[in-house]
């Protein structure tokens, strides 16, 4: 069972592309010494792309003519022809991120544009958002 902040999750429940994703997370949040697992460690996961990710599968189920069928096919370990679509918002979000320098989490950028990248403590990011 995999912690999620203060609740417990039956990971048996979940296909196997989102076990892979937890526990990738899992082990980041490990890795970066982080108690609880967050949507920011699940988030980074999936956003590591190399072609046979759980992000890059299940953009190509979201893209695909029946999203439906392709996300039972994905639970089977079927093959899809992956392609991309605007229609997606991950991948759009994932652009912009990456066109602005982002290359982690959290990364906080302040009103005139200048970004904090990688965690902050709270005193000094209220420092330099008030400079």
Not at 2 to 29: C, E, H, P, Y
Request: hydrophobic letters at 40%; a positive charge.
């Amino acid at each position: 069972m995999a912690k999620w902040g203060s609740s417990v999750m039956q990971s048996d429940k979940f296909t196997a592309l989102v076990r892979n994703a937890i526990g990738a997370a899992q082990s980041a949040a490990l890795a970066a010494n982080h108690q609880k697992l967050t949507a920011e460690h699940v988030l980074a996961a999936l956003l590591k792309d190399d072609g046979t990710s759980a992000f890059t599968k299940m953009v190509g189920a979201w893209c695909s003519e029946n999203p439906k069928d392709s996300i039972s096919k994905l639970k089977n370990n079927k093959n899809l022809d992956l392609s991309f679509c605007d229609s997606q918002p991950v991948s759009k979000q994932y652009i912009i991120g990456q066109k602005l320098g982002v290359n982690g989490t959290p990364a906080i950028f302040s009103m005139d544009g200048v970004m904090f990248p990688g965690y902050v403590e709270p005193e000094e990011l209220l420092l330099k958002l008030k400079s």
